[in-house]
């Protein structure tokens, strides 16, 4: 089945009988048992629910894996695969990721006793340089969050299979549409399903997609013990936001390539990060491992001033956290979504005051063009 088809019929599973064509929300916290020791398949909401269980299987087929969990959010899916490892193990991570996933690997993980190493993972050479006995995985974020570096995933994949490390891959900006992080070797993706996967900026979601049993086994456990579950309705929207994420990534996507193209011409914009230009230097890697570039944009303004400029006046473009909805939105990482980072690892890798990150929506590419141009004009 094609991918446009399965994110509408991806799960075939019927929880009633009704012929009703959406899936019903069973908002539902418990189930009854139809004799002692006897199950529906359906117990508790914490647990299982088959409306949740009907996003799950459509996640799996996907991202090709073979169980995916929702959760609440995406920090509680990263939390929740952290709870796999022991204190002891070391990790080798991004240097450029999202900022709460940062922040919930120095102030939670390394308190539970792991160690990281964070390198850029473009340069293989650095990931293997960093393997000590007691390495037990790689966290990589492709495209990166904010500054747009993208991870050779099957070079990766070789070097993690080589020295037994579980690879994991938040496949947030490409979502399975474009990446498909297991087919290219990687153990674990991982989603904020707030972002593309939802698509409108109207609730929070995580998943954790993995391809072995043991390990899905061992995650539902702990899922199931510390309960960061999806509800029915927030999985219910999910649903509903899958069923055109092939057609709202095309869009976006187009948006996005006119908009940075359209960038390149401008005087007060100094620098462009979209892994969809040919002048990116990772953009064979990314032409070769997935199908398309997404719709994230960053880019360097010639000042503090012009940057804040822009945020100020915006006003179809909305100046907000977050990304991949269908509304188009500009957010400030050194401020937000990154603020948490100290100065200097800001520093290094570039998110300064005059970065600003572009979510492209679903709006005419015109009419945001226009935008900006009239805001980066003074007008
Ligand atoms: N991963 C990436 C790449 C993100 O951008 C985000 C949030 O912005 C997350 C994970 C965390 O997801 P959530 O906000 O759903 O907890």
Redo the contacts with the bound molecule.
């Keep these: 089945m094609d991918f446009d088809t399965l994110c509408i019929h991806g799960s075939k599973e019927k929880y009633d009988t009704t012929g009703a064509v959406s899936v019903p929300i069973f908002q539902s916290a418990t189930f009854a048992h139809p004799g002692v020791g006897e199950s529906t398949g359906f117990d508790y909401s914490r647990q299982q629910n088959p409306t949740r269980e009907h996003l799950e299987k459509t996640i799996a087929k996907l991202e090709g894996g073979l169980d995916a969990i929702a959760f609440s ?6 939390g929740t695969v952290m709870e796999l490892f022991r204190p002891g193990d070391h990790f080798i991570a991004s240097d450029d ?5 940062y922040r919930l690997f120095h102030e939670i993980s390394m308190k539970n006793g792991l160690t990281f190493d964070f390198v850029n993972t473009s340069d293989l050479s650095l990931i293997e340089s960093c393997i000590q006995p007691n390495t037990k995985a790689v966290f990589i ?1 492709t495209p ?2 904010p500054m747009m570096q993208v991870t050779d995933i099957e070079a990766v994949a070789r070097l993690t299979k080589k020295n037994n490390l579980v690879l994991i891959v ?1 496949n ?2 490409l979502t399975p549409y474009f990446q498909q992080p297991i087919k290219l070797g990687a153990d674990i993706v ?6 593309y996967l939802g698509g409108h900026n109207d609730t ?3 998943f954790a997609v993995v391809n072995d049993q043991e390990t899905s086994d061992r995650l539902r456990f702990i899922y199931k013990t510390t309960g960061a579950c999806l509800s029915p309705f927030d999985s219910w929207l999910l649903i509903r936001g899958i069923k055109t994420l092939a057609i709202r990534m095309d869009k976006q996507q187009e948006n996005a390539e006119k908009i940075a193209n359209w960038m390149n011409t401008q005087k007060k914009i100094k620098a462009v990060h979209y892994v969809g230009l040919s002048s990116h230097p990772d953009y064979a890697i990314s032409k070769r491992q997935g199908s398309g570039f997404g719709a994230m944009i960053s880019f360097e303004v010639d000042s503090e001033k012009t940057a804040k400029e822009i945020l100020e006046r915006v006003t179809l473009i909305q100046y907000a ?4 909805g269908v509304e188009t939105l500009i957010t400030y990482p050194m401020l937000q ?1 990154h603020g948490d980072i100290p100065k200097e690892d800001l520093d290094a890798k570039g998110i300064n005051e005059c970065l600003l990150r572009l979510s492209v929506g679903i709006e005419s590419a015109q009419d945001l063009i226009n935008e900006l141009s009239r805001v980066l004009e003074g007008e």
Excluded: C, R, V
């Excluded at 991982?190 to 972002?195: M, Q």
């Design positions: 959010t995406g920090m509680a899916a990263i990721l999202y900022g709460g996933s974020e990166t969050n938040d947030t900006f991982i989603h904020s399903g707030t972002k929070l979601a995580g956290e977050s990304l991949g979504t």
